[in-house]
């Protein structure tokens, strides 16, 4: 290597001269020609292949988690409505708040949901 020359110094390797400018999107960057960093390439991809199945791993796991979410999601809320329907009848839906519950409705609440929303 001349030590006459100007280098620079871009990650852990001197460049001179000869190397060619490219341009990146927010500022130009000196580059040697080629890839960056060619030795690395064989070990970028030995560790696709394992990057590619832990991704597939995540991935899965993910769906399954969501799957089963929903799913219980889902469950409960049909629990809900089949425990729940019974109750609802259209003096429920219609009548004010009580303190007696066989007379309690949620007409006011249904109002003022309507009354908060417009």
Not at 4 to 17: A, E, I, N, Q, S
Not at 51 to 72: D, E, N
Not at 88 to 101: A, E, G, H
Request: charged fraction near 20%; charge should be positive; proline fraction near 6%.
């Amino acid at each position: 290597m001349d030590t006459t020359k100007p280098l620079m110094y871009v990650g852990h390797r001197f460049l001179d001269d000869h190397t060619e400018k490219r341009t990146t999107r927010n500022r130009s960057a000196t580059l040697p020609p080629g890839p960056i960093f060619p030795e690395d390439q064989g070990e970028f991809q030995s560790n696709l292949k394992w990057r590619r199945f832990k991704a597939s791993l995540f991935y899965g796991s993910l769906i399954f988690s969501v799957a089963t979410a929903v799913l219980l999601l889902c469950l409960l809320l049909m629990e809900l409505t089949l425990q729940g329907a019974f109750w609802l009848d259209w003096q429920f839906i219609t009548s004010f708040p009580s303190r007696f519950p066989e007379r309690a409705g949620i007409w006011s609440a249904i109002w003022g949901s309507v009354w908060v929303i417009t």
